[in-house]
């Protein structure tokens, strides 16, 4: 099990959001990664990883928090996620918006660019009561007062706004 990788970066794919890292006991790997764009050539990186053992392919996913890479395998043991849906919500929603989606059911906070409601759904309820989740928010000190209390806050303003709205403020 390789669960963390510190390294130089040799090259960034974008496209395909991989990283060539090169290991100071001279070992490369190709890790598979979000949030590229803030990174450059030479940077010095360390990864909090996970491998992945597929039948066409044994594949690292690196994260920079152990948070995220938990948060990672917790999303991928869902049936129908993957690893580049799982890694596309972790960017594009945040951990907070997914956990608190999944506490409170509100498939809205999951919803990104092509994964659905459908789908959203399942996440919430394959995880909803599932121990895993309850493991993973203990593990990473998760504040489960701070999320709810963010997520009342949210549901409020939107509230007001839609009053201020209807009274016809702009």
């Known amino acids: 099990m390789i669960s963390k990788i510190t390294g130089i970066i040799e090259q960034i794919d974008i496209d395909n959001s ?3 890292l090169k290991t100071d006991f001279g070992i490369s790997f190709v890790v598979y990664t ?4 803030s990174l450059r050539n030479g940077d010095s990186i360390e990864l909090f990883t996970i491998v992945l053992y597929r039948e066409e392919s044994h594949t690292i996913w690196g994260f920079k928090s152990s948070l995220l890479r938990d948060l990672f395998e917790l999303l991928i043991s869902v049936n129908g996620v993957g690893p580049k849906m799982a ?4 960017e594009d929603v945040g951990y907070e918006n997914i956990l608190k989606g999944i506490m409170y059911g509100d498939w809205t906070l999951l919803k990104t660019s092509g994964i659905g409601q459908k789908l959203t759904k399942k996440i919430i309820e394959g995880l909803r009561d599932n121990k895993k989740l309850q493991s993973f928010i203990r593990n990473n000190d998760i504040s489960v007062d701070n999320l709810f209390y963010k997520y009342e806050n949210r549901v409020k303003i939107e509230e007001v706004k839609k009053a201020m709205l209807s009274l016809g403020y702009k």
């Open 87 to 90: 890694a596309s919500l972790i």
């Open 34 to 37: 979000i949030n590229l764009k």
């Open 18 to 20: 991989r990283l060539y």
